[in-house]
């Protein structure tokens, strides 16, 4: 017999899923730009922005400042690689 997961893991799945589905947005948002002719660096930029001014928004430049100082590793590590790594 399973047990029931705790709350704190039925509120990390649903985080999990909740990003799931907010990937599955933001990457036919970008489907969309492509296909009306947008210049897929300008809206990746764009789109890189607009989450950042929303974290802003949300929790400060501080934290913000904090969290985006990680990044240079995550991407160096591939945790954004889709496909074959350079």
């Known amino acids: 017999m399973?047990?029931?997961p705790s709350a704190s893991q039925l509120d990390l799945d649903i985080a999990?899923?909740?990003r799931r589905a907010a990937l599955v947005y933001v990457?036919?948002?970008?489907v969309e730009a492509l296909m009306a002719g947008l210049d897929m660096e300008s809206?990746?930029?764009a789109a890189i922005?607009?989450?950042?001014q929303e974290?802003?928004?949300r929790y400060g430049e501080d934290a913000v400042a904090s969290f985006t100082a990680k990044l240079p590793e995550?991407?160096?590590?591939?945790?954004?690689t889709i496909?074959?790594?350079?």
Do not use: I, K, P, Y
């Open 49 to 52: 922005t607009a989450g950042l």
């Open 27 to 30: 990457n036919d948002a970008f």
């Open 16 to 18: 999990t899923e909740d």
């Open 2 to 4: 399973t047990s029931f």
């Open 74 to 80: 995550r991407v160096r590590r591939g945790d954004f």
């Open 83 to 86: 496909g074959a790594r350079h």
């Open 43 to 45: 809206f990746a930029d």
């Open 55 to 57: 974290l802003v928004a």
